[in-house]
T-cell receptor, first 111, second 113 residues
Framework: GQSLEQPSEVTAVEGAIVQINCTYQ??????LSWYQQHDGGAPTFLSY????GLEETGRFSSFLSRSDSYGYLLLQELQMKDSASYFC????????????FGTGTRLQVFP | DGGITQSPKYLFRKEGQNVTLSCEQN?????MYWYRQDPGQGLRLIYY???????QKGDIAEGYSVSREKKESFPLTVTSAQKNPTAFYLC????????????FGQGTRLTVV
């Protein structure tokens, strides 16, 4: 089956750097995405890796290594508003639009 | 403004009743999705549709049904066969062929009473 595993919770302080990992047991997908969800809200798109390597978008960076079946989201200069849940996601199995999400990581940022 | 709208925001259902959750988008997206989210959990795929009049089961389709008669609309029916329907339901859409950004509605919180 297809599964994406993430740590359930990560804590950090304001100004710090945190890395959220995503390991997967699947293949044949187009790319790895990351979404942010605040409590009670809708997920919003953060970043996408179609190719192996690092993608940088402001304070957020994302990395993919298909050979290691692994990706991560790196958040720098953490702010209180970054406290949320973060999900990795993959799409495109067997040339379909199937889009599945990881188990999610809850990030708590402390002052 | 373009977007994706789910209604209602909160829904209460008696055991044994079917209920339909609405999802409408005006983004001209081809692909639409339904996810279920339980407290502190990830998003689990119920159904998805790549094109009008076509849809595919996700990982937890049992007890649910969908239709895709119009490009803009992808309603989800939670049937009485779903044994534990209380959850937060999220609808999403995305443009085919695009880098995989999906847009989500604000969700419907369904409670069985």
């Amino acid at each position: 089956g297809q599964s994406l595993e993430q740590p359930s919770e990560v804590t950090a302080v304001e100004g710090a750097i945190v890395q959220i990992n995503c390991t997967y047991q699947t293949s044949g997908f187009y790319g790895l995405s990351w979404y942010q969800q605040h409590d009670g809200g809708a997920p919003t798109f953060l970043s996408y890796n179609g190719l192996d390597g690092l993608e940088e978008t402001g304070r957020f960076s994302s990395f993919l290594s298909r050979s290691d079946s692994y990706g991560y989201l790196l958040l720098q200069e953490l702010q209180m508003k970054d406290s949320a849940s973060y999900f990795c996601a993959v799409r495109g199995f067997s040339n379909t639009d199937k889009l599945i999400f990881g188990t999610g990581t809850r990030l708590q940022v402390f002052p | 403004d373009g977007g994706i709208t789910q209604s209602p925001k909160y829904l209460f259902r008696k055991e044994g009743q079917n209920v339909t959750l609405s999802c409408e988008q005006n983004l001209n997206h081809d692909a639409m999705y339904w996810y279920r989210q339980d407290p502190g959990q990830g998003l689990r795929l119920i159904y998805y549709s790549q094109i009008v009049n076509d849809f595919q089961k996700g990982d937890i389709a049992e007890g649910y049904s969908v239709s895709r008669e119009k490009k803009e609309s992808f309603p989800l029916t939670v049937t009485s066969a779903q044994k534990n329907p209380t959850a937060f339901y999220l609808c999403a859409s995305r443009r085919q062929g695009a880098v995989t950004e999906a847009f989500f509605g604000q969700g419907t919180r369904l409670t069985v009473v």
